[in-house]
């Protein structure tokens, strides 16, 4: 009986991740107003039956699909090798300039305006801000009981979530590198000596 269950299981895992990937497309490219749950079936190749089967709401899946993606790239940021801290700067800036940064802007505008999204949504910022702070302060190898070294960090990710937001509208390329190397320049003497 097991190996009739695990072909399934797989299948339905299978089905799940196309399912977020091809949420997070869709609200990156159309917005929340553009991305229904049967916009993004179609472009997963299920059954609206099946999404709903995987994400009774829009919101469930929604908010799964951006959680997903966090989760991804909080993986793939802790697999960073030790670097110096532009490299690092530069890896912390690249987390708002993507996909996952627009999907995400697109779900905190509809959640302004929808009662029902707005919990769900601030919760998960709210997780997914203190995971990326962690991170940040293992990658950049800071010491939070020194005085102005959290409020360091912090303002790094924040200036990097506005690299995010000027990169919406038009590519931002060559200054987010001028800004990313001063940013480095400036955590060294902020945090101690370079890593």
């Known amino acids: 009986m097991g190996t009739v269950t695990a072909p399934k299981q797989d299948r339905s895992r299978a089905t799940r991740q196309r399912l977020l990937e091809a949420a997070v497309s869709c609200l990156a490219e159309h917005g929340w107003a553009g991305s229904t749950v049967s916009v993004v079936a179609e472009r997963a190749g299920v059954s609206r039956g099946a999404a709903q089967h995987h994400f009774p709401t829009r919101e469930d899946l929604f908010t799964a699909a951006v959680e997903y993606v966090a989760e991804e790239r909080s993986t793939a940021l802790r697999a960073l090798p030790v670097q110096d801290r532009t490299a690092v700067v530069g890896a912390l800036v690249d987390l708002y300039t993507g996909p996952l940064f627009r999907a ?7 959640a302004s305006n929808e009662d029902q999204l707005r919990p769900r949504v601030t ?29 360091s960090v ?6 990097a979530r ?24 400036l955590l060294d003497a902020a945090l101690g000596q370079p890593v």
């Open 154 to 159: 912090q303002g790094l990710l924040d200036m």
């Open 104 to 110: 995400a802007l697109q779900l905190w505008v509809a």
């Open 162 to 185: 506005g690299l995010g937001l000027a990169n919406v509208l038009t590519d931002d390329t060559a200054r987010r590198g001028r800004v990313v190397a001063q940013w480095a320049r």
């Open 123 to 151: 919760e998960l910022e709210t997780r997914v801000g203190r995971e990326t702070h962690r991170i940040a302060v293992a990658l950049l190898r800071a010491d939070e009981s020194v005085p102005g070294v959290r409020e």
